[in-house]
C-alpha cells in the first residue's frame, strides 16, 4: 500500500503539476509585485514587470534574493499582507546579529502543516500513530513544523520539544511512540542512552523524521540500528517556511520537493544561471502559495543536485539529493548556524588578530567546536595577561554570538602556520557532506 497524505497532488502527471505551477506563480509575482515594495523596486530596476511572467519558463527573468537582504530588511521589509492577516512569526537558528523573521498568515500555516503531514504520512504516519517531537519548540521552525503536520495527519501529538533525554525515553515506553521527529544528532543521543538502558526491545518506534541539519549515510544507519526503526530525511528552511519543503519517501533516494507549493531550481553560484538537471549547484526556491512571506528566487545558499527519474512511491515531485555542502562558509554546529565571521568578530573586539583556527569535529554523533588562537605580541609581553581570564572572555563573547559553547585555546604568538594563499580557518572533520 502506497502512502500519501494528499494523492491527487503528490502524484499529479508532471504536465498537470507544470500547469498548475505556472498558474500559481503568475499569480504570486503579481501579488508581490503589488504588496512589496522592495521586491518591486527590484523588479523595476530590471526591467521586469508582472506581465513578463507567462509561466515557469519565464522564472529566470526574475532577479535572485538573498539572505542579507532579508536582514537589511529586517523586520516587515518583505512583508506581503497587513499584518492584521499575520497570524504567526518563526525565525532562523541563526544569532542575534543574523536573524530572519519569516511571517505567517493562516493559510500559509496550512500549507506549512501540509507539507509535514505529506512528510509524516511518507514515513508510514496515520491517525493510530504516536508522533514523538523533539525538534525544539519556540521560534525555531523544528517544533511547530511537525506538530501542526501531526495534527492534520490525526496522529497523537507528543510536543516533547528538545532536550530531558530520560524523560524523552520515559514518554516513548509510557505513550508507546511510534514515530520520532527531531534532528538526526538528537536521534544518535537519544540512541546512546537507549543502548547504555538496554531498553531498545520497550520501544514501539518504527520510523524517525529527521533533519534541519545535514547527516550521512552512516548516520542513518547506525540511528536505524540503536532505535531500531527506519530513518526519513527531511528538509526545510525558515525563509520558505520551515521543515517539510521537501522529505524523503520509502525509497530513502533522495527528497521530494512540495512543488504544488514550492518552485524549485539549480543555479550556477557564480553566474546565477539555471543548471541543467543532474549538475550540483545552489538550490533556490520560488514560494508559490505563501501570502506573508512570499520569497521568489531564494538563495538558500545549499549545494545540491535534483533528478526527476521515476520514483517507485509514485510521487512525481521531483527529489532533490542530500545536500552537499554550502556555497557560504556556514557551518551548522549543534543544529545552530555558526558564521566563522561572527567568531572573528568577537575575538577582534577583544583585541585579537586574525590568528586563529577553528576546528569541528563529531564524536558519538556530538559536535564539537574549539576556536585556537593566537595572543598578540602585546598580550604575550603584558605582564597582567591572564589565560585563565581571557579564555573565560571569550567563552562567553562567543557563547553570547552563537549560542553554543565553544572550547578555546589561547596559543603563544607565531604558533599558527601562516598561510600564503588563501587562510584555511576552519577544519571540519565532520565529513557531512557525501557526494551522492
Ligand atoms: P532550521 O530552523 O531548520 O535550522 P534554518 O532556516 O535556521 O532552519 O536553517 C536552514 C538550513 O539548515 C538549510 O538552509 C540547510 O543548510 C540546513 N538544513 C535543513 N535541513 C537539512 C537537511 N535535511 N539536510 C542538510 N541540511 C539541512
Ligand atoms: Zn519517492
Known amino acids: 500500500m502506497k502512502n500519501y497524505f494528499q494523492p491527487e497532488i503528490e502524484t499529479m502527471p508532471l504536465e498537470q503539476l507544470q500547469a498548475l505551477q505556472s498558474e500559481r506563480l503568475v499569480a504570486q509575482v503579481k501579488h508581490v509585485y503589488?504588496?512589496?515594495?522592495?521586491?518591486?523596486?527590484?523588479?523595476?530596476?530590471?526591467?521586469?514587470?508582472?506581465?513578463d511572467i507567462k509561466g515557469i519558463e519565464d522564472l529566470p527573468k526574475l532577479p535572485f534574493i538573498e539572505k542579507d537582504e532579508l536582514r537589511d530588511q529586517y523586520p516587515y521589509g518583505f512583508l506581503g499582507t497587513p499584518l492584521s492577516e499575520v497570524v504567526r512569526i518563526q525565525s532562523t537558528s541563526g544569532t542575534t546579529g543574523r536573524r530572519v523573521v519569516a511571517f505567517y498568515t493562516m493559510d500559509d500555516i496550512r500549507v506549512w502543516d501540509e507539507c509535514c503531514a505529506r512528510a509524516i504520512v511518507a514515513a508510514g504516519g496515520s491517525n493510530e500513530d504516536v508522533v514523538h517531537v523533539c525538534y525544539g519548540y519556540g521560534l525555531f521552525t523544528g517544533g511547530p513544523g511537525l506538530n501542526g503536520g501531526s495534527h492534520l495527519v490525526g496522529s497523537m501529538t507528543l510536543p516533547m520539544s528538545s532536550g530531558n533525554t530520560e524523560r524523552q525515553i520515559q514518554f516513548m515506553q509510557d505513550l508507546e511512540s511510534t514515530i520520532l521527529c527531531c534532528t538526526p544528532s538528537?536521534?544518535?543521543?537519544?540512541?546512546?542512552?537507549?543502548?547504555?538502558?538496554?531498553?531498545?526491545?520497550?520501544l514501539k518506534l518504527k520510523s524517525g523524521i529527521f533533519g534541519a541539519e545535514p547527516w550521512t549515510e552512516e548516520m542513518r544507519a547506525d540511528i536505524e540500528k540503536t532505535l531500531g526503526l527506519k530513518a526519513f530525511d527531511i528538509y526545510?528552511?525558515?525563509?520558505?517556511?520551515?521543515?517539510?519543503?521537501?522529505?524523503?519517501?520509502?525509497?530513502?533516494?533522495?527528497?521530494?520537493?512540495?512543488?504544488d507549493h514550492f518552485i524549485a531550481e539549480i543555479i550556477n553560484p557564480q553566474t546565477g544561471e539555471q543548471l541543467p538537471e543532474g549538475e550540483v549547484g545552489e538550490l533556490v526556491f520560488s514560494c508559490i502559495t505563501k501570502k506573508a512571506f512570499p520569497l521568489l528566487r531564494y538563495r538558500t545558499r545549499d549545494l545540491c543536485r535534483l533528478t526527476r527519474e521515476k520514483c517507485s512511491c509514485g510521487r512525481t515531485h521531483v527529489r532533490m539529493s542530500k545536500i552537499m555542502g554550502r556555497s557560504d562558509d556556514m557551518m551548522v554546529v549543534k543544529g545552530v548556524n555558526v558564521w566563522p565571521s561572527q567568531i572573528e568578530q568577537v575575538i577582534f573586539q577583544l583585541g585579537y588578530q586574525a590568528n586563529y583556527v577553528i576546528v569541528v569535529d563529531r564524536e558519538n554523533n556530538k559536535d564539537s567546536i574549539e576556536l585556537n588562537v593566537e595572543k598578540t605580541p602585546e598580550m604575550a609581553a603584558d605582564p597582567n595577561y591572564d589565560v585563565e581570564k581571557a579564555t573565560k572572555e571569550i567563552v562567553a563573547g562567543l557563547k553570547s554570538m552563537l549560542g553554543?559553547?565553544?572550547?578555546?585555546?589561547?596559543?603563544?604568538?607565531?604558533?599558527?602556520?601562516?598561510?600564503?594563499g588563501k587562510a584555511k580557518r576552519v577544519v571540519d572533520k565532520r565529513n557531512l557532506y557525501t557526494m551522492m
Not at 503589488?34 to 506581465?51: L, S, T
Not at 538528537?186 to 520497550?202: H, N, P, R, S
Open 34 to 51: 503589488d504588496n512589496v515594495a522592495y521586491y518591486r523596486e527590484k523588479m523595476d530596476k530590471a526591467g521586469v514587470k508582472p506581465e
Open 236 to 259: 526545510g528552511l525558515t525563509e520558505i517556511s520551515g521543515p517539510g519543503v521537501s522529505f524523503e519517501c520509502e525509497e530513502q533516494k533522495g527528497m521530494h520537493i512540495q512543488e
Open 186 to 202: 538528537y536521534a544518535a543521543t537519544i540512541g546512546e542512552v537507549v543502548k547504555k538502558k538496554g531498553v531498545k526491545d520497550t
Open 404 to 420: 553554543i559553547k565553544v572550547d578555546v585555546n589561547i596559543l603563544q604568538p607565531m604558533t599558527l602556520v601562516r598561510s600564503e
